[in-house]
């Protein structure tokens, strides 16, 4: 097991407690102030789980509803503001993919090995990257099809093309962002410092995981800015 220093625990719990803390403020904000997509609600939640006090501020400012519920009346938004909130809508996919394969894979460690580790993979984290994509995708052309389908009027079938195109190239650029620092965390930082990599049951996984997805949303926005100025991926 790998020996963290005690602050480093600390600081984890701590960033991990105020990122709770920021998405319930936020839960609780939207019952007050509806969002004008439904699956907003979702999103800015989850995204606070990494973007923290960030994201909370993020939400003040440019995606809480108005008072009175006439969206007509809102001003128009800066471009950087409507591409933070196209990538944090494919931010949020990606949010909850990963936790819900980190924690099943842990409760269920034969499906690091369905995916290749120690046939593929000598390292379990490879292996369990796979399914992480997958879910994040689908879970992202789910969020990406309750944008899209209303606001273009598109049948079924559409509506699922349009928002697998949206989503295909923007998950997958967060995902390289994302992977990429979780591997710089726990490859180059945790396993020659503290000796070894951070469980998913400990802070320090999921404390790595929130700059690790600042990261993917780093790589996403530029991504995002091409789709939405190209009109693949809506304005939300």
């Known amino acids: 097991m790998p020996a963290f220093p005690h602050w480093l625990h600390l600081l984890a719990i701590v960033s991990l407690t105020v990122a709770v ?7 609780l904000d939207e019952v007050r102030r509806p969002q004008k997509m439904g699956v907003m609600y979702a999103v800015w939640s989850l995204t606070a789980l990494f973007g923290s006090v960030l994201w909370l501020a993020a939400y003040y400012q440019w995606g809480r509803g108005p008072a009175d519920g006439d969206f007509d009346r ?7 503001a409507i591409v933070l909130k196209g990538a ?14 980190e924690w099943t894979a842990f409760a269920f460690p034969a499906i690091a090995v369905w995916f290749g580790y120690g046939s593929l993979f000598a390292e379990k984290t490879f292996a369990i990257w796979i399914p992480d994509f997958l879910l994040a995708f689908l879970i992202g052309i789910v969020f ?12 079924v079938g559409q509506g699922i093309y349009q928002a697998a195109k949206a989503d295909i190239a923007s998950i997958s650029a967060w995902q390289v962002g994302m992977y990429g620092m979780m591997a710089v965390i726990q490859f180059l930082l945790f396993r020659p410092l503290f000796g070894g990599f951070a469980a998913v049951n400990t802070p320090e996984f999921w404390f790595a995981m929130q700059i690790a997805m600042i990261a993917g949303f780093c790589t ?3 991504v995002n800015w091409l789709l939405i100025r190209a009109g693949v991926k809506e304005k939300m």
């Open 144 to 155: 990406q099809y309750f944008a899209i389908k209303p606001m273009r009027d598109l049948s």
């Open 220 to 222: 996403s926005f530029p």
């Open 21 to 27: 803390a920021s998405a319930a403020v936020i839960a």
């Open 88 to 101: 944090s809508h494919c931010g949020a996919g990606c949010t909850l993919g990963d936790i819900v394969v």
């Open 74 to 80: 809102l001003p128009e938004q800066p471009f950087a």
